[in-house]
C-alpha cells in the first residue's frame, strides 16, 4: 500500500532519454502523453541541432510548448554561473512550466564494432548532436570510447546474451564519468521467455555496476509513445532487475539533464572550456 501512495502521488518530472521514434510528425502524440506522464525532457534519436531547432519553431500548440535547453539558459548566461547553479535554475523553470513545457534534445546513438569507424562517425557528427551514445558487441571498441570526450552513454542491451561490461571498463567509465543507460522496455515484454531473459542479464548488469560504483541512467527506448514511462514508474520496473528505488532517483532526471545542460553549452559559440566563456 505504501508503493501505492507513492505513486499516485505528484510524480517527479523525468526524462525520455531515448525517444527512438521514425516519424517525427508523431512528435504531438509524444508529447501530448508525455503532458499527461509529467516527463519534460525528450532526447529524440537521429534528429540533429539544426532540425531539432526548425522543429521548435515550427510544431509547437496551445497545448505544448517545444523549448530547448539553449533557449532557456539564454536569459541566465549574461552572468557567470557554475554548472551546478546553472542546472538548479534551468529545473526550477523546468518544474515551473512541466505541465506544458517540452525541451528536446538531439541524439545519435553510435552501433560500431570497429574503433577506426567509430573514430570516423564521431568526426562525422561533430557539434550536430547534444548527445552521442555507443553500442557495440566489442569490449576494445567500448573501452576507447569509455576514454572519448565525445561520447556520453554506453548503451547496454538487456536481451543481449553477450554482454561486453567487465570491471575494467566500469573503472574506465567512472574514471572519465561516463554513464551506462539501461534500456529497460524489455522488461515489458508479453513474451515471458524473452522478458526472463532481460530480467537475468539486467541482475548481472547491475551487480557489476554497482559492485564498482559506475553511474547509470534508465530508459525505455519507446518506439511507440504508449510505450513510455515516467521517472517513477521506470524506478520501480527497475527493480525488477534488483536496482533499489531508493538508488535510482537520479537516474530518470537529473544526471540526464546534468549531461545535457553540459554538453548544450559546450555546443555554444562563446564557449571556452567548462565555466569560462567569451563575453562580448
Known amino acids: ?30 508529447s501530448r502523453i508525455t503532458k499527461k506522464l509529467k516527463i519534460s525532457l525528450l532526447v529524440i534519436e537521429d534528429l540533429d541541432i539544426e532540425n531539432r531547432n526548425n522543429l521548435i519553431s515550427s510544431a509547437a500548440t496551445e497545448d505544448y510548448f517545444l523549448t530547448s535547453l539553449t533557449n532557456i539558459c ?3 548566461m549574461n552572468e557567470e554561473r557554475n554548472l551546478v547553479d546553472l542546472k538548479q535554475i534551468v529545473r526550477d523553470e523546468i518544474i515551473s512550466k512541466h505541465f506544458n513545457l517540452r525541451v528536446i534534445i538531439s541524439r545519435k ?21 547534444e548527445i552521442i551514445a555507443v553500442k557495440s558487441n566489442d ?6 570510447a569509455a576514454h572519448d570526450r565525445r561520447v556520453d552513454y554506453i548503451v547496454v542491451d ?4 553477450q554482454i561486453p561490461i567487465d570491471k575494467a571498463l566500469c573503472s574506465l567509465m567512472k574514471q572519465h564519468k561516463k554513464s551506462f543507460e539501461l534500456i529497460l522496455s524489455p522488461l515489458l515484454l508479453k513474451d515471458s521467455k524473452r522478458m526472463s531473459v532481460a530480467i537475468r542479464i539486467g ?15 534508465l530508459t525505455m527506448k519507446p518506439d ?7 521517472g517513477i514508474q521506470i524506478r520501480y520496473l527497475a527493480e525488477l532487475i534488483d536496482i533499489p528505488f531508493n538508488k535510482s532517483k537520479n537516474c530518470v532526471f537529473d544526471d540526464q539533464l546534468s ?22
Open 1 to 30: 500500500m505504501k508503493k501505492l501512495e507513492t505513486f499516485t502521488a505528484d510524480p517527479i518530472i523525468s526524462c525520455e532519454n531515448y525517444v527512438s521514434t521514425s516519424n517525427i510528425n508523431n512528435l504531438e502524440l509524444f
Open 74 to 76: 539564454h536569459n541566465v
Open 109 to 129: 546513438t553510435l552501433e560500431e564494432d570497429s574503433i577506426e569507424k567509430l573514430k570516423k562517425k564521431l568526426s562525422e557528427i561533430r557539434e550536430k548532436y
Open 139 to 144: 569490449i576494445k571498441v567500448l573501452k576507447w
Open 158 to 161: 538487456l536481451l543481449s546474451e
Open 203 to 217: 541482475k548481472k548488469i547491475f551487480k557489476l555496476i554497482n559492485s564498482t560504483n559506475t553511474p547509470f541512467i
Open 224 to 230: 511507440s509513445c504508449f510505450h513510455m514511462r515516467n
Open 259 to 280: 549531461i545535457s545542460l553540459r554538453n548544450s553549452l559546450k555546443l555554444e559559440d562563446s564557449h571556452v572550456v567548462e565555466g569560462i566563456r567569451e563575453v562580448a
